[in-house]
């Protein structure tokens, strides 16, 4: 009998959770390949470690941009690859899959995302949005008729949704999440110490001392990279003060998506939000301040979830389980009323 599994393809990480064992799979996004053959050399941990420091002949790439899929035979490999070392697949039956995408993708990419999954080995398939996932492994219980508000800020996409009776009320996604925030990192270094540094480095600085509020005594860091004038190797020292700036105007532009989704909740579940607070989960909510910051501008209080990292792939786990409950459920109340008739 085949195990049914829950996964969060994400723009950095791939997260799976087994039924029955939790989350036992996190690997970041990424796929390396022979160039000339197409052969795939590396996936996950092994091929990221590889990112900036490729020969010419191997390529790491990242699948996945903005939450969906931008390479399809990269995608499949890479999730066939995943759910091979997991060991989840009967003798003749395969796994039901439950695997998440932003609220905003089209048809096109939603087909794409399903057929992924199947090729790589995965039974029935469906395919559910990340806030309300993510709401239900947070520990929100979105089935009552009261509203909560999510945040699900991953790597390629901030998705802000208000939940209320198992479904969703409002909502918006917007590309903007950790990826960004990296990028602006590694443009603010350059235009202001004038060095270049990868995509790694950028996201390590995050990581130590990315901050959403300014501090009175901020942490400071070391960077090397290149010299944008002669090109040659150099050292520089950044702080949390900084960073604050690099990272502003992003942030700024998730808390702006938020008021506007705070903007047409009716009424009764503005109300509940004002009591309940504002969940953050997702990577990006460990940014540290960034309750703080939210707090601050969106007038209610906000909390980021115990394991934000984790919650999308827990919430697809559950979500199918409940599922699975709710069939077996029918199932049983049809045989019983079969019986009666009889």
Known sequence: MATDIGIDLGTANVLIYVQGKGIVLNEPSVVAIDAQSGKVLAVGSEAYRMVGRTPSNIRAIR???????????VTQEMLSYFIGKLSVKGVM???NIMICAPTNIT???????IQAAEQAGGGKVYLEYEPKVAAIGAGLDIFKPSGNMVIDMGGGT???AVLSLGDIVCSRSIRMAGDKLNSDIAAYIKDHHGLIIGEHTAEQIKMKIGTALKVDNPEKMDVRGRDVTSGMPRQIETNENEMEEA???TLSQIIRAAISVLEVVPPELASDIIDRGIMLTGG?????GIDQLFSSHLKVPVVVSEKPLDNVAKGAGEMLERMQKTSNEKSSHTSWFSRKKD
């Open 284 to 288: 990006t909510s460990l940014l540290k």
């Open 63 to 73: 699948p996945l941009k903005n939450g969906v899929i931008s390479d399809f035979d």
């Open 247 to 249: 990272l502003h105007d």
């Open 93 to 95: 039956s395969k796994p």
């Open 158 to 160: 901030s998705d802000i």
């Open 107 to 113: 048809e096109i990419e939603r087909k794409a995302i």
